[in-house]
T-cell receptor
Framework: QQQVKQSPQSLIVQKGGISIINCAYENTAFDYFPWYQQFPGKGPALLIAIRPDVSEKKEGRFTISFNKSAKQFSLHIMDSQPGDSATYFCAGMNSGGSNYKLTFGKGTLLTVNP | EAGVAQSPRYKIIEKRQSVAFWCNPI?????LYWYQQILGQGPKLLIQ????????DSQLPKDRFSAERLKGVDSTLKIQPAKLEDSAVYLCASSLHFGLAKNIQYFGAGTRLSVL
């Protein structure tokens, strides 16, 4: 059972453009939604995270938008740069559970062309 | 601050052979995780330790996979015998605290396993 569905699988954006990656979750117990960034040959690194009591969180060029009723959230990368080229994973967590387990989406390969 | 260390970086074995991976978490991190990342998919949690106790191993194929964290610091993950479908990157992560507010997981670079 895939509890976090992520799209698109891959995305190509021109430098300076906006990159948008979408995720939908099934488990209504999830209450913490991080995004991870992974460069080739490296492990994932936390980029930004949101809790469902807010509809938007912004950190620099990165923004998470959250729609609790639709069980969807998205990552927006403004003014995309070639250095943003990486794989992005969304995830969900039930913080009320006993193990704080992250359930990841399948990832989106972002390519930003110069 | 040193990150999560993993070794080896790459491993190629024949099916039915055994293999072991090693992880040294960030100093002072009580929680340690092993993930399996198959090509084109997100990481899947295999096992989670809090100090040297297992918190969650519900997705660990226990007939062939085992893991230990004897002294509550470094950890080993073993596969015996390996199958073709075990080909993946095995990621280790650690976090300082168990509670959500401080539970940022820091990942190592992983071990890429190829089973032929």
């Amino acid at each position: 059972q895939q509890q976090v569905k992520q799209s698109p699988q891959s995305l190509i954006v021109q430098k300076g453009g906006i990159s948008i990656i979408n995720c939908a979750y099934e488990n209504t117990a999830f209450d913490y939604f991080p995004w991870y960034q992974q460069f080739p040959g490296k492990g994932p690194a936390l980029l930004i995270a949101i809790r469902p009591d807010v509809s938007e969180k912004k950190e620099g060029r990165f923004t998470i938008s959250f729609n609790k009723s639709a069980k969807q959230f998205s990552l927006h990368i403004m003014d995309s740069q070639p250095g943003d080229s990486a794989t992005y994973f969304c995830a969900g967590m039930n913080s009320g559970g006993s193990n704080y387990k992250l359930t990841f989406g399948k990832g989106t390969l972002l390519t930003v062309n110069p | 601050e040193a990150g999560v260390a993993q070794s080896p970086r790459y491993k190629i074995i024949e099916k039915r052979q055994s293999v072991a991976f090693w992880c040294n978490p960030i100093s002072g991190h009580a929680t340690l995780y092993w993930y399996q990342q198959i090509l084109g998919q997100g990481p899947k949690l295999l096992i989670q330790f809090q100090n040297n106790g297992v918190v969650d191993d519900s997705q660990l194929p226990k007939d062939r996979f085992s893991a230990e964290r004897l002294k509550g610091v470094d950890s080993t993950l073993k596969i015996q015998p390996a199958k073709l479908e075990d080909s993946a990157v095995y990621l280790c992560a650690s976090s300082l605290h168990f509670g959500l507010a401080k539970n940022i997981q820091y990942f190592g670079a992983g071990t890429r396993l190829s089973v032929l």
